[in-house]
């Protein structure tokens, strides 16, 4: 046990990262900040495995197999975590009654929508050519008629959509994902 402590552990747990950004290379896209969580969590995924390894199996074969499946877990749950922000996130563009949104009763003269559509499409900045590009020809329609005034009912109609797409293209117009850009 003590050769494969001094084995993972020598220059700075080099060998130990090197087993963890292999398995984090799956996934991609994650900063310095994550990595470094994912070394931790790879210490006492190690201390535990020490503990559990019975010499049955080659020790790299099943610290690896250990981390691979603690790390899976971990994204997970940080991305169940980040669903559930979504969740309970509430649009504007939410009815209170069929006559009005919470959008409706905020009090504010920036009209995001009359921003995108005021000018002409080829003299909008990058930021707003590539929102624009993000949204589908049905939520850009939805987007262009709200702009012109129509009701949520009367954009239904004249789109012959469901509320449900209704309610998904604006969330998808007013995402934080979507509207992020233009900050």
Same mark, same amino acid.
């Given at each position: 046990?003590?050769?494969?402590?001094? %084995?993972?552990?020598?220059?700075?747990?080099?060998?130990?990262? /090197?087993?963890?950004?292999?398995?984090?290379?799956?996934?991609?896209?994650?900063?310095?900040?994550?990595?470094? #969580?994912?070394?931790?969590?790879?210490?006492?995924?190690? +201390? #535990? +495995?020490?503990?559990?390894? #019975?010499?049955? /199996?080659?020790?790299?074969?099943?610290?690896?197999?250990?981390?691979?499946?603690? $790390?899976?877990?971990? @994204?997970?749950?940080?991305?169940?975590?980040?669903?559930?922000? !979504?969740?309970? =996130?509430?649009?504007?563009?939410?009815?209170?009654? !069929?006559?009005? %949104?919470?959008?409706? $009763?905020?009090?504010?003269?920036?009209?995001? #929508?009359?921003? $995108?559509?005021?000018?002409?499409?080829?003299?909008?900045?990058?930021?707003? *050519?590539?929102?624009?590009?993000?949204?589908?020809?049905? *939520?850009?329609?939805?987007?262009?008629? %709200?702009?012109?005034?129509? =009701?949520? !009912?009367?954009?239904? *109609?004249?789109?012959?959509?469901?509320?449900? *797409?209704? =309610?998904?293209?604006?969330?998808?117009?007013?995402?934080?994902?979507? +509207?992020? @850009?233009?900050?």
């Amino acid at each position: 046990m003590e050769q494969i402590l001094i %084995t993972y552990y020598e220059n700075n747990a080099g060998k130990l990262h /090197k087993m963890v950004d292999r398995i984090l290379l799956q996934f991609g896209g994650l900063s310095d900040k994550d990595s470094d #969580d994912f070394y931790s969590l790879a210490n006492e995924v190690f +201390v #535990d +495995v020490i503990k559990k390894y #019975d010499n049955s /199996k080659p020790f790299d074969g099943f610290l690896y197999s250990c981390l691979s499946n603690k $790390i899976k877990t971990e @994204i997970t749950r940080r991305n169940r975590e980040k669903r559930k922000a !979504d969740i309970m =996130s509430v649009s504007i563009n939410t009815s209170i009654d !069929d006559s009005f %949104t919470i959008g409706d $009763i905020l009090i504010d003269s920036f009209d995001m #929508d009359k921003e $995108i559509f005021e000018k002409k499409e080829e003299s909008y900045s990058k930021r707003m *050519q590539l929102y624009l590009s993000r949204l589908s020809e049905l *939520q850009r329609e939805v987007l262009r008629l %709200t702009v012109a005034g129509y =009701s949520h !009912d009367e954009i239904k *109609q004249e789109l012959h959509i469901s509320e449900r *797409q209704y =309610s998904d293209c604006n969330s998808a117009i007013h995402s934080y994902r979507n +509207v992020s @850009i233009l900050f």
